[in-house]
């Protein structure tokens, strides 16, 4: 079975703190996103990667930044986490035509 | 720009009643998937149904059944039978097909609450 895995199911941090957010996969797929999931707004797709090393700005990238160095793990960044970027954030992976596979989620809130 | 619409917030529905979910989506492409997302309390996603627009025909997995109507821009979702274990977020999602990292893009959700 496919496994996503993020680092953490729930996170505090404070208003100006660097927050990384980690996700690993164990299936080689070479397409990985993160996700932001907020009520009545669904999941926005912040960033995605399609190989090491390569990035793409998703709908929302605004205050979010990623790495990817190796082609199992994605991590998303909050340079400056701020109060509005309290939410839950989802990482999924995919490969070709493939259906998505997500992590369980990480709920953060910022204070 | 694809957009895909969930005007239904909440949903609930008797146990072992039938229950049908709305979903509508913009896009100007020709090839594409449509899919129903389940989120439960765990919050883990899970994949319900998913539908080849090249298809014509719906896709069903066991109770779950899809309305797919191309022209439309229609995907609804049909749970029959339902069971208090379906009780989650539901959220239709599209992604257009071909090479690369094609996003899913999702709709609003609709959460449905099975009563006893």
């Known amino acids: 079975d496919v496994k996503v895995t993020q680092s953490s199911r729930y996170l505090v941090k404070r208003t100006g703190e660097k927050v990384f957010l980690e996700c690993v996969q164990d299936?080689?797929?070479?397409?990985m996103f993160w996700y932001r999931q907020d009520p009545g707004l669904g999941l926005r797709l912040i960033y995605f990667?399609?190989?090491?090393?390569?990035?793409e700005k998703g709908d929302i990238p605004e205050g979010y930044s990623v790495s990817r160095e190796k082609k199992e793990r994605f991590s998303l960044i909050l340079e400056s986490a701020s109060t509005n970027q309290t939410s839950m954030y989802l990482c999924?992976?995919?490969?070709?035509?493939?259906?998505?596979?997500f992590g369980q989620g990480t709920r953060l809130t910022v204070v | 720009a694809q957009t895909v619409t969930q005007s239904q917030p909440e949903m609930s529905v008797q146990e072992a009643e039938t229950v049908t979910l709305s979903c509508t989506y913009d896009t100007s492409e020709s090839d594409y998937y449509l899919f129903w997302y389940k989120q439960p309390p765990s919050r883990q996603m899970i994949l319900v149904i998913r539908q080849e627009a090249y298809k014509q025909q719906n896709a069903t997995e066991n109770r779950f059944s899809v309305n797919f109507q191309k022209a439309a821009k229609s995907f609804s979702l049909k749970i029959s039978d339902s069971q208090l274990g379906d009780a989650a977020m539901y959220f239709c999602?599209?992604?257009?097909?071909?090479?690369?990292?094609?996003?899913?893009?999702f709709g609003q959700g609709t959460r449905l609450t099975i009563n006893p």
């Open positions: 990667s399609y190989d090491v090393k390569m990035k």
């Open positions: 999602a599209y992604r257009r097909r071909g090479q690369g990292a094609q996003k899913l893009v």
């Open positions: 299936m080689d797929h070479e397409n």
């Open positions: 999924a992976s995919r490969t070709g035509n493939t259906e998505a596979f």
